[in-house]
């Protein structure tokens, strides 16, 4: 079992950035790829980027590739999500996720979610 509670979102003009941050419970985190996924108002969860369990391995969506990255710190239990050059078709909830695929996209393949960090991001 793990929890997962994100924090890091906020308030921020186009062309900022924001770090942003999961802090998950339980012994196994290690072991778990991480997931970061976005929902914005009126639209689907969509996929924004995965590391693997070692963090040798990442995967990103082409929509925040060269703007996001994806890191995280075993040790602390945490994952990071680094986002930069922010546009507003960004904003959105964004969630952090735990036990999919590196490779899978599917928000179906995560066995674990946090509740969200909004991100807003003005024009």
């Known amino acids: 079992q793990v929890q997962l509670v994100e924090s890091g979102g906020g308030l921020v003009q186009a062309g900022g950035s924001l770090r942003l941050s999961c802090a998950a419970s339980g012994r196994t985190f290690s072991s778990y790829v991480m997931g970061w996924f976005r929902q914005a108002p009126g639209k689907e969860r969509e996929f924004v980027a995965a590391?693997?369990?070692?963090?040798?391995?990442?995967n990103y969506a082409d929509s925040v590739k060269g703007r996001f990255t994806i890191s995280r710190d075993n040790a602390k239990n945490k994952v990071y999500l680094q986002v930069n050059s922010l546009k507003p078709e960004d904003t959105a909830v964004y969630y952090c996720a735990a036990g999919g695929s590196i490779y899978s996209t599917r928000g179906s393949t995560y066995a674990y979610w946090g509740q969200g960090t909004q991100v807003t991001v003005s024009s």
């Open positions: 590391i693997s369990w070692t963090g040798g391995s990442t």
